[in-house]
């Protein structure tokens, strides 16, 4: 059986390992990224190089979107080159972004409008996973759209999980970093408390990450943070944005997240002091400089 043409939107710090392990499986691509040059290893590797969205899209039975926030992703897909203009009835459009609940409403109307099918599925993992294809996706769309999907998505995932209709799994995402984004706060605020005392750094976090406190965000953190090592494996600025979704989706449930709020303003700090571009645990650098 012929395998399905897929397009890919974004080739950034996930999208390189999505878009490896898809050629890796054999899938006919073609990629779009905004920065050309990004996009251009991957020509070595078997991929076509799209211009536009809109020539990524053309002839594609499946378009995965991984881009940084609503506008790139409204932009890819209802631009003026965007993708959904020239897709088929009965293509299958993937947003593996984390977006706003907001927007992936507009966007499911506006694919059930042209009869393509959407598949909402962000990603847990960061650049080691995507590279490994160990992703899980958190999906909200029809079991039978999934299914047809499932085989594009498989080389990239350990795990594919439907939480229901479009609009879960975005939800489930924004909850998901929500609670990552306090704890890398709060451990780094911990690191650089442990820094200030007489006790042995090393012995005393290997306590914190495998004790009752202890989690795998934590474990991820603890040699980062201590080997200044902010090699990008999630953007810090991405992060930020994540919070301010996250706290407006949990308001318009009647929810207010005040922990997310003050986490908010640290990593805001961050932005200012120039760590945008740098990887989430690189907040602690905030910490370690507010020396009265």
Known sequence: MAKQQVAFLGIGTMGRGMTANLLKAGFPLTVYNRTRAKAEPLAAQGATIANTPA?????ADVVISILSDDVASRAAWLGEHGALKVMGKGAI??????????WIAELNDETKRQGVG?????????RPQAEAGQLTFLCGTDEAILDKARSVLEP???????????GCGGQVKLINNFLCGVQVASFAEAVAWVERTDLNREQTLDFLKSGAAGSGILTAMTDRMTARNYEVNFLLRLL??????AKAAAAERGVTLTTCATTEELFEKAEREGLGEKDMSAV?????????
Request: charged share 25%; aromatic share 4%; with cysteine.
């Open 55 to 59: 020539e990524a899209a053309k002839n």
């Open 93 to 102: 459009a993937i947003e593996c972004g984390t977006v706003s609940p907001e």
């Open 118 to 126: 959407l598949i909402e599925a962000p990603v847990t993992g960061s």
């Open 156 to 166: 990239m995932s350990k795990a594919i999980i439907q939480f229901g209709p479009v």
């Open 240 to 245: 930020n944005k994540d919070l301010r979704y």
């Open 284 to 292: 602690v650098e905030v910490i370690r400089g507010s020396r009265p």
